[in-house]
Every structure is written in C-alpha cells, then in structure tokens.
C-alpha cells in the first residue's frame, strides 16, 4: 500500500514563509507527477502546483512567483516552498501524486495540512 504523509504546516504572520513536504511510502510503486492543491473554506480545492514526470512546473497563476515547488526522487518527497504569504493563502493543503503500480496509474491524496496566515 502506498501512503502519501504532509508535514510542515502550522501558523505563520502574513508576509511570512512556510514550507511543506509530502513523502510517499510503501512499496513495489513508481511516482509520476506529484503536487500540491488546497482548499480554503466555502472553496473548491484547486492547483496550487504540480511536478510533472517530465520535470516541469505548473503554477496557479495567481501564485507564481510566490511559491516554488521542488521534488526529490530518490526520497519520493516534494516540497512547496511558500514566501510573502497572505490571509487568503490560508487553507488545508493537499498533497497529491500519480503513482503507477503493477502497469497502472492510480491518484493518491495526502491527509492534507492546515496553513494558516494571520496576525
């Protein structure tokens, strides 16, 4: 079985950084894209960003230039790397990964992890 574990979240000033990590355990697997999405209250989970299998970056528009995703592949774990956060950054936020296991895809979520941004 493969788990997905987040760290790294908490409460942070506005103007602040916080980075998380996402590590993917188990065995017999091999990970494709890997990424982040949140969900605020009230919202919709949507992209924050994704790691492809090709090695590039996507951003959410709104969050590019902000934050920075980066991956280690030799320890399945991808990072999200956020600076100048705001209120509205704050919501949980989701690891995911497409992992193919046996000559199949599947899409695995994280337990996901509260950031919070205020004063």
């Known amino acids: 079985q493969v788990q997905l574990v987040e760290s790294g979240g908490g409460l942070v000033q506005p103007g602040g950084s916080l980075s998380l990590s996402c590590a993917a355990s188990?065995?017999?697997?091999?990970?494709?894209?890997m990424g982040w999405y949140r969900q605020a209250p009230g919202k919709e989970r949507g992209l924050v960003a994704v790691?492809?299998?090709?090695?590039?970056?996507n951003y959410a528009d709104s969050l590019k230039g902000r934050f920075t995703i980066s991956r280690d592949n030799a320890k399945n774990t991808v990072y999200l790397h956020m600076n100048s956060l705001k209120p509205e950054d704050t919501a949980v936020y989701y690891c995911?990964?497409?992992?193919?296991?046996?000559?199949?895809?599947?899409?695995?979520w994280g337990q996901g992890t509260q950031v919070t941004v205020s004063s």
């Open positions: 188990g065995s017999g697997f091999s990970i494709n894209a």
């Open positions: 995911n990964a497409e992992v193919r296991i046996r000559g199949r895809n599947f899409g695995l």
């Open positions: 790691d492809t299998p090709g090695g590039s970056t």
